[in-house]
Structure formats: C-alpha cells, structure tokens
C-alpha cells in the first residue's frame, strides 16, 4: 500500500462517460479513460431497432451506463498503475435532468422483459422535449396558484426538468407510472447501485425537482392541482430525504466492487449534476466567478451571498453546489451539439477529401476555414435555438434559424455563423445576470471545448468584450466528481472535510487567458443588435411561425 492517496471522478455524460484519477494531495490526474455509449442518444427507434421514439424525444438505456463504469474505472486504476487499496473514494455526476422509472429493488424498468418495448419504460435524458405540453401546464398552475417556487426557476418551469417527465409518463403511459416504485434521476440511480442506498442528491433535487433546503417540495394541493393523480407523488414515487453535495452517500458494495475493480467498502459520494460538478473542479468556491461549462450543451454557474429573482435561470438553489452560497443556472441546450450537426448536414464530400488530403481531421478543416474569415465577412446571422432555447426564454418548441444565405455561402460561413451565434446567446444570458444584480467579476470556460477550438473561444471573447479564462484540465467535471470522493473519504482516510479544502488542493485553475481584439468587437455589436432583433421577433410577440410549423411537422409524423 503507497503513501499516496488517490480519488476518481466519473462524468456520465450525454454520449459518453468518462472518468479519471486524481492524487488527492496534489490534483496531478494520473489517467484519464472514455467510454461511448452503445446505444448513444435513443431519438429515433428504442434498441430493438423496431419501435419508434416519437418527435423531441430523447432517451437512453441504463445498460450502457452499467458497461461503461465497468470499463473507464479498472481502465484508469491500470493506467495510473495503482493500487485498488490506494483509492479512498469516488465520486459520480450525470446529465440532468435525466431520470428513469425503476422497480422496488432499484432495477430501470427499461432492463425488464415486459417494459422493453415501451418507450417510457427508458431514461428520459436531459434533452428530452417530449413533456413540453406538461410544463407549460406546470407553469401555469403555479402562476395561477402564485407558488412561491416558480421565481427560483426564473418564472418558468422546463420541460428538461424531472416533473414533467414523470407528469408525461402519467398521462401517456400510466402503465409504467403505476410499475414505478420510483421515478430517480441518473446522479441518484449510479449511487444507489454502487452503495445499495438511495440517497437523493440535493444539487439535484433543488435544481431539478423543485426541492428547496427550507420549503421542500411543494404542497400536495399544488399536486393535486396539477393532476388529482400527483396529489402524493413526493411520498409514493420520490421520497423526502434529500442528502447535501459533498455528502458521503454509503460505501461500495461487494458486487459493485467487482465490476468496477475497486474495493467493498470505498466511499462513495452523493451525486452531483455534471455541470455542477464544474465549479468543484476549476476551484470556485466564492461568488463573482462565472464558470461556463461548454460541452454538447452549455451551462453557466455563478455563486452569490444572496437569493435575487433572475427572470429566464433555469434555477437558484440554496447550497446548490458549495454550502453557504446560493448556486446560479442558466444555459444554452446546444453548444457542441449545434457545430456538429454543420459538420453532419452542411459540409461536402470535397471538404473530407481536403481534409484527408492535409491530414486533418473534418472538425480542424472547419476550423481553419471559418478562421480566415472576418466577423460579418460571410453575411450570415443565426439564432441559436437549434435545440431550443433554455436561458433566457425557456422554450422548448423555438427552432434553428439562419438569415442571408446566398448561391456564394460556402459551409465554413455556416459553421463559423453557428459559432457566433452560440456567443450572442451566451452574451443575452450574461446580460441577464447582470441585469438583475448577479455580480460577474471574471468568466472562466472548462469543459470538453474551450481547450480544443481556440477559434470559438475567440469569437467569445470578442462577442462578450470579455476576457475568458481557460482552465488547465479536459476533464473538469470529472475531476470535481473526484473532489467530491475526496471529501466522502474523509480526513480519516486521507480526504477532506470540505468541498473549499479538496479543491484547493485538487482543483484546476485556468492557465490561458484569451482577449477579445476591438476591431472585432465593434462589428460583433452590430451583429448582436441583429440578433437581439430576431431574438425578440420570434419568441417575443413578433411571429411564431416556429411554433406553428413545428406543430405540422408533428401532426404530419
């Protein structure tokens, strides 16, 4: 057994999970180890290849979260060349909201013979849009009712959140609701199979559920007034004990260690939304640092020493993330996966040919070409709601949006279009904190992005007039995952006995600093009056053409 102590981080993230370990003394990541999922994102057919998943759905199986932990976690341990007997924790974040339906043993009804056809029966991933009908009528409700709890989700309830997911199966599948012991999200699910202990995450539950440190969930009567059905939903499909960030949600069991390769009893920490987990991970533990976590989505966390009403957040929850400080979120719901949905339908095969050709790959091609080009050059303008929008209108049923194409637009001013118009949408949700009195002081960027496309970081810093700091690790993530093992592990094993103590020792802090150039600033402020133009004309009164078209494509499927 070494001297050295070490913690690992698991990130299940939308198309893969990926995990690494950390020296808890130092933060040195000794190995890294990625694992896609076999079924990938379920949009279409359901894994029998047969059963078709309707429009705006977005699903996933539980299986191959099972297969890939069994793999990234003896992976690292054999890369790092350690012993099991040297990890003191591990800590896990997952997509949210992404929940499933599951038995009382805690077995995913997706696993089960006779549900394996049902749609429902399968994880709703974080991006599903299928419940859009039952949040706005969440909404509503709780607009007519003046709940309470409406404004710590900036006045409007997301169809990516857990109860109208769980409002959806009800109405459509009432089948599956009444087989549900319980309805979980994934960050709660991955701990209940390592420990054998549900222990429900507060970073989740509060940004997610509803659930609030000092209220709890809301009322029975605001249930009841939703759907005489959901009257006891908490009690009979959710449960009320909720367990704090940084928490030690129990030890590893005798068959989880054996997948997995580490030891029966290592700690496990409470689970934690991945995004969240960002903030542990490059360091932030005070209030005034934003931290953009930019992967196939986008997220933007900041702390604050007080509860202030942000219209369009996707949430605000008391010790959220870091106890003591109430947690901002907002966010786009598509970043990565915007850029490669160009790379996909707009590039030609002349493009891969060039890029074989240069020993390239697609992606750097892009790039490269879109880099040549100056702000305003291609007269393109996008809107970035491909996936809709999350922050600051929270809706769901906006789509992609592109002006000025002409016989002359070539891919690369499409792509580098999308890019631009992912930093507008990050420059409005900025604003909007400011607005409302959130106090940004510096803006730090981590994730699978920053570091792999110095191109996009550009033109964010241009569009915001910002200076953007960028973090020291690929991983961060996962590396606040492993934080939180740290701190599950304790002082007695050689952890911590808080999140501000593991990361300042273990954390990544940002090493690059990218200006924005002035010159381009200038033609950046007049694309983004543009932008806020199309912003307003097509969510804000101005036409919903969005809606309406979108409402034949769905009668016509």
């Not at 993330?321 to 996966?337: C, K, R, V």
């Not at 150039?517 to 969005?546: A, C, Q, T, W």
């Amino acid at each position: 057994m070494s001297s050295e102590k070490y913690s690992i981080g698991v990130d299940f993230g939308t198309l893969s999970a990926r995990a690494v370990i950390v020296n808890v003394k130092t933060g040195e990541e000794l190995a890294t180890a990625d694992s896609r999922y076999r079924h990938g994102v379920l949009d279409k057919f359901l894994p029998d290849g047969k059963t078709i998943v309707p429009p705006n759905w977005a699903l996933q199986y539980t299986g191959d979260y099972l297969n890939a932990i069994s793999e990234v976690i003896p992976l690292v341990i054999n890369k790092a060349g350690i012993s099991a007997d040297d990890v003191i924790g591990l800590g896990t974040d997952f997509t949210g909201s992404t929940i499933a339906p599951i038995d009382a043993d805690g077995i995913p009804l997706c696993m089960k013979e006779e549900f394996k056809n049902n749609p429902h029966a399968y994880v709703k991933l974080w991006k599903h849009h299928g419940a859009q009908q039952e949040a706005l009528g969440i909404t509503r409700i709780a607009k007519e009712r003046k709940e309470s709890f409406l404004q710590r989700y900036g006045g409007m309830i997301s169809s990516e959140m857990m109860l109208p997911k769980i409002w959806q199966t009800l109405n459509e599948a009432p089948e599956i609701y009444q087989a549900a012991d319980r309805f979980i999200e994934m960050c709660d699910w991955i701990t209940l199979y390592l420990t054998g202990k549900e222990r429900r995450s507060a970073c989740a539950a509060g940004y997610r559920a509803l659930w609030d440190k000092l209220e709890g969930y809301p009322s029975e009567k605001f249930f009841r007034a939703l759907d005489l059905r959901l009257e006891n939903v908490v009690d009979e499909k959710l449960g009320r004990d909720v367990y704090a960030v940084g928490s030690k949600a129990g030890e590893l069991t005798a068959a989880a260690a054996r997948i997995t390769g580490l030891n029966t009893g290592t700690a496990i920490a409470v689970g934690i939304i991945d995004a969240h987990a960002g903030l542990p991970g490059v360091g932030i533990t005070e209030p005034g640092r934003l931290v953009m976590i930019m992967g196939t989505s986008g997220c933007d966390l900041i702390l604050d020493v007080e509860r202030k009403d942000v219209p369009g957040i996707f949430g605000v929850v008391t010790d959220g993330i870091i106890p003591g400080y109430f947690s901002y979120e907002a966010g786009q719901t598509g970043l990565g996966d915007i850029y490669q949905w160009a790379i996909d339908n707009c590039v030609s095969e002349t493009y891969y040919k060039e890029a074989e050709r240069r020993n390239l790959s697609i992606f750097q091609l892009m790039n490269d070409k879109a880099a040549v080009l100056a702000p305003g050059e291609s007269g393109l303008l996008a809107l970035d709601w491909w996936n809709g929008n999350r922050s600051v209108l929270m809706d769901f049923d906006l789509s992609g949006l592109m002006v000025g194409y002409t016989l002359s637009t070539k891919p690369e001013e499409i792509y580098r279009a999308l890019l631009e118009a992912t930093a507008f949408g990050k420059r409005k949700i900025i604003e909007n904190y400011l607005e409302y009195g959130i106090q940004i002081n510096e803006i730090i960027a981590a994730g699978g992005i920053p570091d792999r496309n110095p191109l996009l970081m550009q033109i964010f810093a241009d569009v915001l007039e910002k200076e953007i700091k960028i973090t020291n690790s690929q991983h961060s993530t996962a590396l606040g995952a492993a934080i939180l093992g740290a701190v599950a592990a304790g002082e007695g094993c050689g952890g911590y006995s808080t999140i501000r103590e593991a990361a300042k020792s273990m954390a990544k802090n940002k090493t690059k600093s990218i200006r924005p150039i002035p010159e381009n600033s200038v033609v950046y402020n007049k694309l983004y009056n543009e932008y806020l133009v199309l912003h307003d004309y097509f969510r804000r009164g101005g036409n919903d053409v969005m809606k309406r078209i979108r409402k034949i494509r769905n009668d016509v499927k």
